[in-house]
């Protein structure tokens, strides 16, 4: 069964940075696309990058381009976000995404930009 796992998430202050990492089983990971959504509180989860299947695409949220990049390792069926200059407006539990035939998520990991 398709399983998707994340971690990385933590408490920053603000202009620091995070990498979350989404690991992937239970499907042939180098066939499909990966999204990163997160969903702050009170707020509907939106979509915040994408990657296809190779990593030769991607496509952000116009609140992270220039600051969050998206990468895979398909030999290690991993997905990554590298968010940097991190805002409080990026605080919210990010989850990671397939779409195969149905969407599939991650338990999510919480992200949180404080001073």
């Known amino acids: 069964q398709v399983q998707l796992v994340e971690s990385g998430g933590g408490l920053v202050q603000p202009g620091e940075s995070l990498r979350l990492s989404c690991a992937a089983s239970?499907?042939?990971?180098?066939?499909?696309?990966m999204s990163w959504y997160r969903q702050a509180p009170g707020k509907e989860r939106e979509l915040v990058a994408g990657?296809?299947?190779?990593?030769?695409?991607?496509n952000y949220a116009d609140s992270v381009k220039g600051r969050f990049n998206i990468s895979r390792d398909n030999a290690k069926n991993t997905v990554y976000l590298q968010m940097n200059s991190l805002k409080p407006e990026d605080t919210a539990v990010y989850y990671c995404?397939?779409?195969?035939?149905?969407?599939?998520w991650g338990q999510g990991t919480q992200v949180t930009v404080s001073s």
């Open positions: 995404n397939v779409f195969r035939m149905r969407a599939y």
């Open positions: 239970g499907f042939t990971f180098s066939v499909y696309c």
């Open positions: 990657i296809s299947n190779l990593g030769r695409n991607t």
